[in-house]
């Protein structure tokens, strides 16, 4: 029992230390966002819902036993993600601060305040549990499966520029170690999102190794000019000149000589 636990602990030590990385990926953005005071037309999105996500497991896990773990990196997470926020409207454009202020509404005010209420109102005790272990679970799955979009722009491009290795190969081992705390925790709520997660972060990195290297065809412009110059110079053509009898004689000449004959012709006369 005691081995079980400090195996539990273990992944879950590790899952928030691996997590909390993740979390500071974003800081070299923001420090480029504050020296050069403006967003630089980064979207607000992805640390709105990493907002709602965070308040989602730290509802749940307020209702869990033994959650101390996810409530420290959810918490850990929340922070993190506020400082992001508020940055990102001080500099944003007016156009970007009222699309955050909406994703807010949306997301973190109206949203998680809906489920909230529900799951208060409608359920209690191991339903509770239940229900917002559903929920985490399914936009767990939800936030997983929003790399796809990268994957296929990765394919598509065979260039990794918006897929950085270090994230993957984080995300994939963070992904690692909560699904083997949900597994010795038997907590399936945890445990299944991140087989995805695993899965995914597997595949990014293999396209990485795949498309790191991209090879660049370089097609050679002809050059037309020389092309055809040495196309005319080596034309000959066969011109008719008068010999001392009065018959005719073909001479042959090239483009280039023609050329320079009648252009003398043309400044004689």
Same mark, same amino acid.
């Given at each position: 029992m005691a081995l079980h636990f400090t195996w539990v602990f273990g992944f879950g #030590? +590790?899952? =928030?230390?691996?997590?909390?990385?993740?979390?500071?990926?974003?800081?070299?953005?923001?420090?480029?966002i504050c020296k050069k005071k403006t967003s630089q037309g980064f979207q607000s999105i992805p640390y709105v819902i990493a907002l709602f996500s965070a308040m989602l497991w730290l509802f749940y896990a307020s209702f869990s036993e033994n959650a101390m773990?996810?409530?420290?990196?959810?918490?850990?997470?929340?922070?993190?993600?506020?400082?992001?926020?508020?940055?990102?409207?001080?500099?944003?454009?007016?156009?970007?601060?009222?699309?955050?202020?909406?994703?807010? #509404? +949306?997301? =973190?005010i109206f949203g998680f305040g809906l489920i909230c209420a529900l799951s208060l109102l409608l359920t209690e005790g191991t339903k509770r549990v239940h229900v917002l272990g559903w929920i985490c679970m399914v936009f767990a799955l939800c936030v997983f499966v929003a790399p796809l979009g990268v994957v296929r722009k990765v394919i598509r491009t065979?260039?990794?520029?918006?897929?950085?290795?270090?994230l993957s190969f984080f995300l994939t081992l963070s992904a690692v170690m909560w699904f083997f705390y949900?597994?010795?925790k038997k907590d399936k709520f945890v445990a299944i999102p991140n087989i995805l997660g695993f899965i995914f972060g597997i595949l990014q990195m293999v396209l990485y190794l795949i498309y790191r290297n991209p090879k660049k065809n370089e097609v050679a412009e002809p050059r037309t000019q020389e092309l055809s110059?040495?196309?005319?110079?080596?034309?000959n053509i066969a011109m008719p000149k008068l010999n001392e009898g009065g018959n005719e004689v073909f001479e042959a000449h090239s483009a280039?000589?023609?050329?320079?004959?009648?252009?003398?012709?043309?400044?004689k006369v």
């Open positions: #030590l +590790l899952g =928030n230390i691996i997590s909390c990385l993740v979390c500071l990926a974003p800081l070299p953005t923001f420090y480029q773990l996810l409530i420290t990196i959810n918490s850990f997470a929340f922070f993190m993600e506020i400082g992001y926020i508020a940055v990102y409207l001080f500099y944003a454009t007016k156009k970007d601060k009222i699309l955050t202020f909406k994703l807010l #509404l +949306l997301f =973190n065979k260039s990794v520029e918006f897929m950085p290795f270090s949900g597994y010795l110059e040495q196309y005319c110079s080596d034309i280039k000589d023609q050329t320079k004959e009648a252009m003398d012709v043309t400044n």
